[in-house]
C-alpha cells in the first residue's frame, strides 16, 4: 500500500499510528489486521482502532526507561513496515462483516435539519433522502457512544458541517451527517450534527452478545421507511 504508516507517543504508555493522504476504506481494512497482529507483542495491552488510525496501550511496567520506549516504538515501526508491504486489502477478513438495513423517518420532528440541509446542499428533500439512502456504507469502528457506527461512504455531495453550536439533547436513534461522515446516535446526548431522521432500532442492547448491534466491518443501508414535511 503506497503511503506511510508512522507511529507516534501521545502519551508515556500510548503510541498511536498516524496514516498519511486521504481517509479510504482500505487504510480502515489495515487499522483492523494491524490491531489483531500487534495484540500479540506481549508489550501491547490493549489496540483501539479510530478513523484510519490505531492507539496501541503499552505495559509501562516492562519499559525501565526512555531508551528503552524508544527502542519498542522502534520494533513496532519495524514490524507495521512489513505488515503494510505484504498487506492485501482485498483478502482482508473483517471487511466481510454482516449487512445490517436501517429503516428510517427521514424529516419531521425525527430529522429537524432535513429541509434545511437539502436548501444548504442544493436539491430537494426527496432527492438528499434518495441519495443518503442509496450507498451502502462500511462501519469503520465504534466510538463517542457505546454502539455509534462512524461510516465510510457517505458521497461527497452529501458533505455538511456541523451546528456551530450543538444541541443539548439529540434523541436516541437520530441519524445525521458531521462533515464527511453519516452515522447514527444509539442513546440519547448532545451532538452537533445535521439530523436527518431517525430509527426505532435499538442499536444497544445489554442483553446481547455483543450488545452492540454493529462492528467495525459490517455494512448497511438505510431504508426509507417514511418521509415527514
Known amino acids: 500500500m503506497e503511503f506511510q504508516a508512522i507511529w507516534q507517543f501521545s502519551s508515556e504508555r500510548t503510541l498511536v499510528l498516524l496514516l498519511d493522504g486521504e481517509i479510504s476504506l482500505d487504510k480502515q481494512k489495515l487499522c483492523w489486521s494491524l490491531a489483531e497482529y500487534l495484540k500479540e507483542n506481549p508489550i501491547v495491552v490493549e489496540t483501539v482502532v479510530g478513523m484510519n488510525a490505531l492507539t496501541l496501550y503499552l505495559d509501562i511496567s516492562t519499559i525501565k526507561s526512555a531508551k528503552c520506549l524508544n527502542t519498542q516504538r522502534e520494533i513496532l515501526q519495524a514490524l507495521t513496515d512489513e505488515f503494510v508491504a505484504n498487506f492485501n486489502p482485498v483478502s482482508n477478513t473483517q471487511s466481510s462483516g454482516k449487512h445490517v438495513k436501517i429503516p428510517v423517518i427521514y424529516g419531521g420532528e425525527f430529522g429537524m435539519d432535513l429541509t434545511d440541509s437539502a436548501k444548504r446542499l442544493g436539491m430537494s428533500v426527496i432527492e438528499l433522502v434518495e441519495r443518503h439512502s442509496a450507498p451502502i456504507y462500511t ?15 457517505l458521497p461527497d455531495e452529501l458533505h455538511l458541517p456541523r451546528h456551530t453550536k450543538p444541541r443539548t439533547n439529540v434523541p436516541a436513534g437520530s441519524v445525521g451527517i458531521g462533515g464527511a461522515q453519516t452515522g447514527i446516535y444509539p442513546f440519547a446526548s448532545p451532538g452537533g450534527w445535521q439530523l436527518l431522521g431517525r430509527t426505532q432500532l435499538p442499536l444497544f442492547d445489554k442483553a446481547n452478545t455483543p450488545p452492540t448491534l454493529l462492528q467495525a466491518g459490517d455494512t448497511l443501508q438505510f431504508v426509507v421507511q417514511d418521509i415527514l414535511e
Open 139 to 153: 462501519v469503520y469502528f465504534i466510538g463517542f457512544q457505546a454502539g455509534f457506527p462512524y461510516l465510510g461512504g
